[in-house]
Nanobody
Framework: QVQLVESGGGLVQPGGSLRLSCAAS????????MGWYRQAPGKQRELVAS???????NYADSVKGRFTISRDNAKNTVYLQMSSLKPEDTAVYYC?????????WGQGTQVTVSS
């Protein structure tokens, strides 16, 4: 059974930083494409960042230069370091894993950027 468990969300002021974690079980992140998505109220879920099994990364234009995706294969955990946060980054952030045609989602963690 595959489980992706996110943590690290919360309330932060504009300009602040947060690090999200996604702990995986039942799937090896080292051979999977892992990603972070987000969904704001009234909007569609969108890709924020992804990382392939060989370490190639991809970012949404809106977060380039501010967010960094990384992984620790030994801990089977994926991270999203978020800096210079803006109110428009407010959303529920979801961890996503893809392997051989199967797609897995975490339950999401709320990130709120507000003064």
């Amino acid at each position: 059974q595959v489980q992706l468990v996110e943590s690290g969300g919360g309330l932060v002021q504009p300009g602040g930083s947060l690090r999200l974690s996604c702990a995986a079980s039942g799937i090896s992140i080292s051979i999977s494409v892992m990603g972070w998505y987000r969904q704001a109220p009234g909007k569609q879920r969108e890709l924020v960042a992804s990382i392939t099994s060989v370490g190639s990364t991809n970012y949404a234009d809106s977060v380039k230069g501010r967010f960094t995706i990384s992984r620790d294969n030994a801990k089977n955990t994926v991270y999203l370091q978020m800096s210079s946060l803006k109110p428009e980054d407010t959303a529920v952030y979801y961890c996503n894993g893809r392997l051989i045609g199967s797609v897995y989602w975490g339950q999401g963690t709320q990130v709120t950027v507000s003064s």
